[in-house]
């Protein structure tokens, strides 16, 4: 039997072509034309219950992973990861939600009992 919880949430591209839904069960990022012609999957062992995921205004993907305790940016078509952001090191714990902020340059991950902030360049 296959469970599967299709959005978790979800996420539109700056110009408005692209819409980025996650699921946690099974964990899958899909990637939507705006006519909602499937386009692309991405799903990795490293990304356990997505549960957070956030386009910034420059069209970059971040997705974070509750059990997997990480936050990945994924390319813009949705297809493979770009770098790992954030993990267990840098203090996240159970990481709920994920957004950036252009004015700090910073993440900012919602997590279970706090809010982490972590500078990027």
């Given at each position: ?34 006519d909602g012609t499937l386009l692309a999957t991405y799903s990795d062992t490293a990304l ?72 990027v360049e």
């Amino acid at each position: 039997m296959l469970l599967c919880f299709a959005v978790e949430k979800c996420a539109v591209s700056p110009t408005g072509d692209r819409l980025y839904i996650i699921s946690y069960y099974p964990d899958k990022l899909l990637t939507l034309a705006r006519d909602g012609t499937l386009l692309a999957t991405y799903s990795d062992t490293a990304l356990e219950c997505l549960r957070g995921l956030h386009v910034t205004p420059a069209g970059k993907v971040l997705v974070c992973g509750r059990w997997s305790t990480n936050v990945l940016q994924v390319g813009w078509e949705g297809k493979s990861k770009l770098a790992t952001l954030a993990t267990k090191e840098d203090g996240l714990s159970l990481p709920e939600s994920v957004c950036y902020s252009s004015t700090t340059s910073s993440i900012i991950v919602g997590q279970r009992d706090n809010i982490l902030v972590i500078r990027v360049e």
